[in-house]
């Protein structure tokens, strides 16, 4: 039986895909930055352990509670949208730290394992901006492409030794809350200055009035074809506006 550990399973996309492998039989470790109960159903082959990306500490204790993995799934992200110019500096940091460093922290920790065992699957979720050029969402944006980035050149370096890197790429999905959680510790005057407030009301306008988006079993399906595809595939979009952008592009 084999073992998935999925960062960020607390709700949304993370928490779908952490249901999703338990009812194909994995066994699966989902990982939160706070756990609560009942979030999850936890039972002999779903852990649900704290786990920070952002601490190392934190990141090294997870390891050493679950034991070896089969599969990393790099799933906990911190959202941001608003005008670039409004956005704190602090913000950007906080941002790449979670989006970006924190999916490399979680994937060097587990490359040993793999590498030495000679199989392994680090599946990073990153997000369907990088398919297309979206306002407002410039800092989000700038920490998934690194990811993608990074991705592609892991996947050549750990080819020869039977490890395989993957990127998912979920569309916008209305059930997240990503645009109050983007908002979230900002002011309105920070997120949109006063000179951008017109256009960016027409740019949200136009994003909420699309007729196509992503459920969370989207993902979660992408997720779980991801980590079985042999093909070299490296990209895996994820939900109908997903796949739409990434046809255009």
Not at 33 to 46: A, C, I, K, N, T
Not at 147 to 164: M, Q
Not at 169 to 180: D, I, R, S
Not at 203 to 228: C, I, L, P, Y
Request: hydrophobic share 45%; charged share 20%; net charge neutral.
């Amino acid at each position: 039986m084999k073992t998935v550990l999925i960062t960020g399973t607390s709700s949304g996309y993370g928490r779908e895909t952490a249901l999703h492998f338990h009812a194909q039989g994995w066994n699966v470790i989902a990982t939160m930055r706070s756990p609560r109960p009942g979030v999850l159903p936890e039972s002999d082959r779903l852990r649900v352990i704290e786990l920070d990306v952002t601490r190392p500490e934190s990141i090294t204790a997870a390891f050493e509670a679950v034991g070896p993995v089969d599969v990393l799934v790099n799933n906990a992200g911190v959202p941001s949208m608003g005008v670039f110019e409004g956005t704190p500096m602090a913000r950007v940091r906080e941002v790449f730290e979670t989006n970006t460093f924190g999916v490399m922290a979680m994937t060097q920790a587990v490359l040993p394992q793999f590498r030495e065992r000679g199989s392994g699957v680090v599946v990073n979720v990153t997000s369907s901006v990088v398919l297309g050029h979206m306002p407002l969402t410039a800092v989000y944006k700038a920490s998934k492409m690194a990811v993608e980035g990074f991705t592609a050149s892991l996947a050549l370096e750990l080819a020869p030794f039977g490890v395989r890197a993957k990127t998912v790429e979920p569309g916008a999905c209305l059930t997240t809350n990503f645009a109050a959680n983007a908002a979230k510790g900002a002011s309105p005057a920070e997120l949109v200055p006063a000179p951008y407030a017109a256009w960016a009301k027409k740019a949200m306008d136009d994003f909420t009035g699309q007729d196509q988006f992503t459920k969370e079993s989207d993902v979660a399906e992408t997720v779980w074809r991801a980590v079985h595809d042999t093909t070299g595939q490296l990209r895996f979009p994820a939900g109908a506006d997903a796949v739409s952008l990434s046809q255009a592009k």
